[in-house]
Nanobody
Framework: QVQLVESGGGSVQPGGSLRLSCVGSGFVRDNYVIGWFRQSPGKKREGISCISSREGRTWYDDTVKGRFAISGDNAKKTVYLQMDALKPEDTGVYYC???????????????WGQGTQVTVTS
């Protein structure tokens, strides 16, 4: 069974930076997609970025383009989300998710982490 663990969340002022990590285990194939999702207060969970392990294909939602950068270390089964120029509207619980295959964006994610809280406030 695939398991995902997020870390790196915290509280930061507007304009600040955080780097989130998603460590996976239990993969039985080397071709998979890792996505990052955000659930802001009062809103549904939305996809903000993804990366494919085989091709390195990446995608960003318009709300984070130019500010966030996704990267991965296949040997460590770890994906990072570097978040710069953070805004109050970036506040929420950030989840990583995984699915076997190469479809990025919008694969049918089967596995989810428990999330890490990001708070952006003055």
């Amino acid at each position: 069974q695939v398991q995902l663990v997020e870390s790196g969340g915290g509280s930061v002022q507007p304009g600040g930076s955080l780097r989130l990590s998603c460590v996976g285990s239990g993969f039985v194939r080397d071709n998979y997609v890792i996505g990052w999702f955000r659930q802001s207060p009062g809103k549904k969970r939305e996809g903000i970025s993804c990366i494919s392990s085989r091709e390195g294909r990446t995608w960003y939602d318009d709300t984070v383009k130019g500010r966030f950068a996704i990267s991965g270390d296949n040997a460590k089964k770890t994906v990072y989300l570097q978040m710069d120029a953070l805004k109050p509207e970036d506040t929420g619980v950030y989840y990583c998710a995984a699915e076997y295959g190469s479809n990025c964006p919008d694969p049918d994610y089967d596995y989810w982490g428990q999330g890490t809280q990001v708070t952006v406030t003055s």
